[in-house]
């Protein structure tokens, strides 16, 4: 029973892992941010995840 849930959890890790890392080819988010508006950096990140799911579909 454990065994089935850990391959679960492992299989969602991957993709979390590999979406994370599709991300951060989009490098304004590997590089320090200077703006202190947090605004700023949320558009980053919608726009970095909003361009990664176009390219994987």
Not at 17 to 38: Q, V, Y
């Amino acid at each position: 029973m454990q065994h089935r849930a850990n391959r679960h959890h492992s299989s969602i890790r991957v993709l979390v892992e590999h979406a994370i890392a599709g991300i951060k080819t989009f490098h304004c988010l590997t590089h320090r941010i200077r703006n202190p508006s947090s605004a700023l950096i949320d558009q980053f990140f919608g726009l970095a995840g909003g361009l990664w799911n176009y390219k994987i579909s």
